[in-house]
């Protein structure tokens, strides 16, 4: 069964670009997240997504924004980049039961280099 | 505001002994706590969780312990492996909310 995929899996921007981050889910899994990891600290949870409905956000600006489209897919924007969001950019699924007892589903992330 | 701490970065242990990995959370509202192994350049990949109404967890050479009173819980890797070199990360949320907290990480290296 193929995991979480993200891309890309690495990417430079300079200040002040803007950067679209894309995921696809576990096949079933109908609810996605991102969250951000800077070096040496552990992830930070950025949105929640599910059946294309934002369903929670972290301490995060407005420039950053993300949606989900019919197929599950996701993407996470983020405008006017700052050197601080230089980090490794996590997309995680899972399937939601309603008991709490589902654990996220990481893909190995996105390296994002802001110059 | 760091909910969720792991106050030891690193810890060492030799192979086929135990690993005992701890984690300490500050929100009473956290009902569900799961622990993540990640690798280098790979995302982290779930372990082993446990809900609130419990107190143990064991799957295989993986136990967690948790003690809702002191707010604390810790994972068991018995016996440690080589390939169980990898940083650990403690998480928590509420029920019903996927909104995960996560600890800094502990790096463990199992020496031969």
């Known amino acids: 069964d193929a995991g979480v995929t993200q891309s890309p899996t690495h990417l430079i921007k300079t200040r002040g670009q803007h950067v679209t981050l894309r995921c696809s889910p576990i096949?079933?899994?109908?609810?996605v997240s991102w969250y951000q990891q800077v070096l040496g600290q552990g992830p930070q949870f950025i949105f929640q997504?599910?059946?294309?409905?934002?369903?929670g956000r972290g301490n995060f600006p407005d420039r950053f924004s993300a949606r989900q489209f019919p197929n599950y897919s996701s993407e996470l924007n983020v405008n006017a980049l700052l050197l601080g969001d230089s980090a490794l950019y996590l997309c995680?699924?899972?399937?939601?039961?309603?008991?709490?007892?589902?654990?996220?589903?990481f893909g190995n992330g996105t390296r994002l280099t802001v110059t | 505001d760091q909910q969720v701490k792991q106050n030891s970065p690193s810890l060492s242990v030799q192979e086929g002994r135990i690993s005992i990995l701890n984690c300490d959370y500050t929100?009473?509202?956290?009902?569900?706590f799961l622990w993540y192994k990640k690798y280098p350049a790979e995302g982290p990949t779930f372990l082993i969780s446990?809900?609130?109404?419990?107190d143990k967890n064991e799957d295989g050479r993986f136990t967690v312990f948790l003690n809702k009173s002191a707010k604390h819980l810790s994972l068991h890797i018995v016996p440690s492996q080589p390939g169980d070199s990898a940083v650990y990360f403690c998480a928590a949320s509420p029920l019903n909310d996927y909104k995960l907290s996560f600890g800094a990480g502990t790096t463990v290296t199992v020496r031969a």
């Open positions: 096949s079933g899994h109908k609810s």
């Open positions: 995680a699924s899972t399937i939601l039961t309603g008991t709490g007892d589902s654990p996220l589903h």
């Open positions: 446990i809900s609130s109404i419990k």
């Open positions: 929100n009473s509202m956290f009902d569900y």
């Open positions: 997504y599910y059946e294309k409905e934002e369903r």
